[in-house]
DNA sequence: CTTGACATCGCACAGATGTTCGTGTACCAT
DNA sequence: ATGGTACACGAACATCTGTGCGATGTCAAG
């Protein structure tokens, strides 16, 4: 299943999810989603919850409040536009087919009363690891099973060259991009974003392999091309039109653990 | 405030609620919390929490259900026992006034009909960051001495493929020991050990250059040979008596931080 | 046109959940 | 004793919130 076969309320209500959660640290209830999605009917958004389930996407906690969470790895394998970084999620992301459906206000995630927390200077920082990622599969990770919450690193804030939001982490799997950087076993820590300078390793979804890989990114005109750190002459670097390229994450970390 | 001076009850809701949230991904309602401290009265249970806020280690959303989130800078800046992640947490780091109160059972975070998701045990441990490690300067330090307790990585012990005891990291500093699999500003996770075994990296002291570098290690009947990862020919192995060599630890993991 | 799957809506209802309030106990200073 | 404070209990109360179900609209296949 991919993201953007989803309907656009599915879209729209991830998107809400994942926004809400980080800004609360507490998922939206139902009402909650339907409000800012613009769905009148509580049982229209446990109809589109049910499907986003069905689909991997989230997971649901029956008869409980707020008893719902993403399933990041598999909304990241799925190509999952991951721009929303901090600010209101922008629609144009969305698709864009004119629906008839009527457009949201949806400028806060958060209700009034609760403004979103405000964690000031934290020195250290956790970064989930969301899953396994292999060159010929995509980031792979049980679609229906939640990331494991006890798999993560903690590292200070001081260590990373970036900020310390939106870190996840991927175990690195198969040798076929093994390369003076990262090797089987590995463990890469990114930070997401959709878009990266040159130079920079990315992990990226190439729509059409569909596939999501490690590589060097290098823009040329109206296509990136995603190099292989691997020098040997069997990887070749591969050109796709920047549009059939979706970066998913900025590698910022590398962790390698020797036998 | 810190951590160790609040009362059991409330140190067991803050475990609790981390417990629950990192197994569940949504905050545990006023009376699953109050379940699992064997708190009775749900009153009980909000004035704790209200108290819990006033310190600042938890947020609330009024009259939101599930509407808590727990403050991490806070708690860690406090002295939050981290490391009892996983398991039931133990009664003995609480704090032992023998307390008037019922014990718990308190052995499950999640309701029976929510199991956890079944997770190999992973402990979880810290390892220090004791100091830099850089060609001419040897690293004086010592696994038993104190160091800034804000310096230091947590992970998983299923992530390395050593016991987790006597770890402990150091920040590659200079270009001299530049090679393939350790660069400038790498940190390096090493086990203590005054042995180790043909092919490890090891952190080594070689008397008379006086200084302590990393290299592959092999023995040569009396000798040792510390052969450097980076194949460049400038880089010669170093072959000592194994006397004159001391091996300070071993590298388990080495942690690449791109810029 | 009929049919049925799909998506939606509105609403009632039950259960989940936070809050309030009266009460009790222990401790401590006055 | 007296009063105050901190902490605890339980029950009643008011919402919050998920679920179930019938009705409606759309659209493509038969």
Known sequence: MNFSDLSERQQRIIHFIV???RRNHYPPSI???????CISSTSVVKYNLSKLESYGFISRAPDKSRGLSVNFPALLASGYPLQQNGEPFQEATLGKKTSTTQRAPE?????????????????????PILGKIAAGSPIAVNPREAYDPEDWIELAEGLLNVPADNLFAL?????SMIDASVLDGDIVILRHQETAEDGDMVAAW???DEET????????????????????????PIVRPADKVRINGKVVSVIRVLK
């Open 19 to 21: 926004e809400f959660t």
């Open 31 to 37: 009402r909650e989603i339907g409000d800012h999605v």
């Open 107 to 127: 400028l806060e995630y958060y209700t009034a009363d609760e403004p979103p927390v405000e964690r000031a200077s934290s020195r250290r920082f956790r970064v």
């Open 171 to 175: 175990r690195v799997q198969g040798d």
């Open 206 to 208: 190439i729509e059409g």
């Open 213 to 236: 890989t490690l590589k060097f990114l290098q823009r040329e005109g109206p296509n990136v091309r995603l190099i292989p750190a691997n020098p040997n002459p069997e990887y070749q």
